[in-house]
């Protein structure tokens, strides 16, 4: 496997297992703008906007998701160090708006949008949020290790144990998916809070997971920062699936740099290559 892992990431396809078929990545198109240390993506409504925290330069980056052409911004003056961005099922955007202590609520508007209200509670520098379907919002405070829980603006449950937790999302159950990133793992969870799974260890080798998505297939991608990889696995699986990276920083097809966002859609993957200040769009299939 690993001979054959580095002959794949000597020409940038990588193919291995997915149920009784293969599955392969391609390097695609990487964005040309400069971006400041990108985190995470988020897709627009009608998926042809890539909405990216543009950490170091305060900002949401709004990119085509086809060609990766900046196309606009917008909280420029509003936020600071914006790390992760969220549409949620009535349409608003939650920004963790992470050295500003709060999650700031956009409405967006075409390659706009328009900051209306904020969410700050027990949690310091944010940098995972979840707008759930059932309407609770997700925060996790990467300052003070905890993942904290409203229902109509209030906190109903604020739990702690984590170590600089990050992304959280939500899969096809409803139940959630956490970065637990200086703890090494990815963590699947009830609404409640309930632990499921444990992603951790040898078979996985996590080193600061960040930023995750979940495909339609119910895939679940995560960027993981210091091994310069995005790893593929799925519920019940102890290992990768696939892998994007060489396991060392690099920059062109097949290698990453502290990869922190990704987003994906049909056979679409988006990457923040966050250390190379840009996106980049490999092209998944089976």
């Given amino acids: 496997m690993r001979t054959l892992l580095a002959l794949a990431v000597a020409v940038a396809l990588f193919t291995m297992p997915l149920g009784a078929g293969t599955r392969t990545s391609k390097f695609v198109a990487a964005s040309k703008a400069v971006l400041g240390n990108p985190h995470d993506i988020e897709l627009?409504?009608?998926?042809?906007?890539?909405?990216?925290?543009?950490?170091?330069?305060?900002?949401?980056?709004?990119l085509d998701s086809d060609t990766l052409e900046l196309v606009a911004t917008f909280g420029e003056r509003e936020l600071s160090g914006p790390h992760d961005i969220e549409l949620g099922p009535n349409g608003k955007l939650y920004v963790a708006d992470t050295h500003n202590h709060r999650i700031a609520i956009y409405e967006p508007d075409g390659k706009s949008a328009k900051l209306t209200g904020d969410l700050?509670?027990?949690?310091?520098?944010?940098?995972?949020?979840?707008?759930?379907?059932?309407?609770?919002?997700?925060?996790?405070?990467?300052?003070?290790?905890?993942?904290?829980?409203?229902?109509?603006?209030?906190?109903?449950?604020?739990?702690?144990?984590?170590?600089?937790?990050?992304?959280?999302?939500?899969?096809?159950?409803?139940?959630?998916?956490?970065?637990?990133a200086n703890n090494n793992r990815v963590v699947n969870l009830t609404p409640d809070l309930k632990l499921i799974e444990e992603f951790k260890g040898r078979a996985f080798g996590f080193n600061g997971p960040r930023y995750l998505t979940i495909d339609s297939q119910g895939v679940i991608w995560v960027a993981d920062k210091y091994t310069h990889r995005v790893l593929a696995t799925y519920p019940g699986l102890r290992g990768a699936l696939h892998v994007?990276?060489?396991?060392?920083?690099?920059?062109?097809?097949?290698?990453?740099s502290t990869p922190e966002g990704v987003a994906?859609?049909?056979?679409?993957?988006?990457?923040?290559?966050?250390?190379n200040n840009r996106v980049v769009r490999y092209l998944i299939t089976d």
């Fill in 120 to 180: 700050k509670g027990p949690f310091k520098a944010p940098e995972g949020v979840l707008a759930h379907p059932s309407g609770r919002i997700f925060v996790a405070g990467a300052w003070s290790d905890n993942l904290v829980v409203f229902e109509n603006g209030k906190v109903v449950l604020n739990r702690k144990g984590y170590d600089a937790p990050h992304d959280i999302e939500v899969d096809a159950k409803g139940n959630i998916w956490l970065a637990d």
């Fill in 264 to 275: 994906s859609r049909g056979q679409d993957l988006w990457i923040s290559d966050s250390s």
């Fill in 244 to 256: 994007i990276g060489t396991g060392k920083a690099g920059k062109g097809p097949g290698k990453l």
């Fill in 44 to 62: 627009s409504a009608d998926a042809k906007l890539l909405y990216v925290s543009d950490v170091n330069k305060n900002r949401i980056a709004v």
